[in-house]
């Protein structure tokens, strides 16, 4: 179902960004960010850069920001998925489609979010936030804190088409630096099952059923294929008269 949710499944390299930047976008993630003079989500700042985003592997990472350090900035696999940028504003958005799950079943998703802030006063000054079906909202970075993992978490009803579309959002809304880090995205919904195709069965033959015996007062005459019976009426009681074509020989037993 959720694709690539521990970002360990490789990635494409994007066409440069102003500056020769170029961004990765994750194997089964669509990868956005907002252009430089526009709102940052329909809010009344505006982005003034390009965040970097990129895949850090642990052995990128210093000993205790790798999987099991005290400051892990990796929870599933080796490696996490950082979005920054050091000096401007910014915005960028992950999003990806779910099919195939059951409708009307309830699904949970889980996004962990670890956001850098650099000695940030301004508790709205970062934000992330996870949507699903275009129903979501922000978490400001008063509530996330420093350096430490906070879990999105959204429990949800699976529409009539069966699709969850997932799009995980961070913001800067400063010209200060700032980190955010994605890892360890689970999605536990009911798949929708298909029933296996029904094998048949070969063809079985009907019961033996033997002949049924005339009653005793019935005469039986088989007649081959192609002959046509013609009887004559008998003047002496108990007498069937049964005219043969020319040529038939009879066999009575």
């Known amino acids: 179902m959720l694709k690539n949710g521990s970002f360990t499944e490789g990635w494409t390299d994007l066409s440069p960004a102003p500056g020769f930047l170029i961004n990765q976008q994750p194997n089964g993630w669509i990868l956005n960010w907002i252009e430089p003079g526009e709102s940052l989500f329909g809010a009344g700042d ?3 850069g390009v965040p970097e985003c990129v895949h850090k592997l642990a052995k990128q990472l210093p000993p205790n920001e790798q999987p099991g350090g005290p400051d892990a900035l990796i929870l599933v696999g080796g490696t996490t998925y950082k979005i920054f940028h050091a ?3 910014f915005g960028a958005q992950l999003s ?14 889980v996004v962990p979010v670890l956001a850098v802030l ?4 301004d508790p709205y000054g970062a934000e992330s936030g996870l949507w699903i079906n275009g129903e979501g909202e922000w978490v400001h970075s008063g509530k996330m804190g420093n350096r430490k993992w906070y879990r999105h978490e959204v429990t949800f009803t699976v529409p009539d ?6 799009e995980i959002r961070v913001k800067s809304k400063w010209m200060r630096p700032k980190d955010f880090f994605i890892d360890g995205i689970t999605l536990e919904a009911t798949a929708v099952t298909t029933p296996p195709p029904t094998i048949g069965e070969p063809p079985t033959e009907p019961p033996f059923e033997p002949p049924t015996q005339p009653a005793a007062d019935t005469l039986q005459i088989r007649v081959p294929e192609g002959i046509k019976l013609v009887t004559a009426v008998s003047n002496e009681p108990g007498v069937v008269v049964i005219v043969l074509p020319p040529g038939l020989k009879t066999d009575i037993q």
């Open 118 to 121: 650099y000695n940030e006063t």
């Open 161 to 166: 088409d069966g699709t969850a579309v997932i």
């Open 96 to 109: 990806q489609k779910v099919t195939g799950l059951k409708p009307g079943s309830t699904a949970t998703l």
């Open 46 to 48: 505006v982005a003034k």
């Open 87 to 89: 000096n401007s504003a």
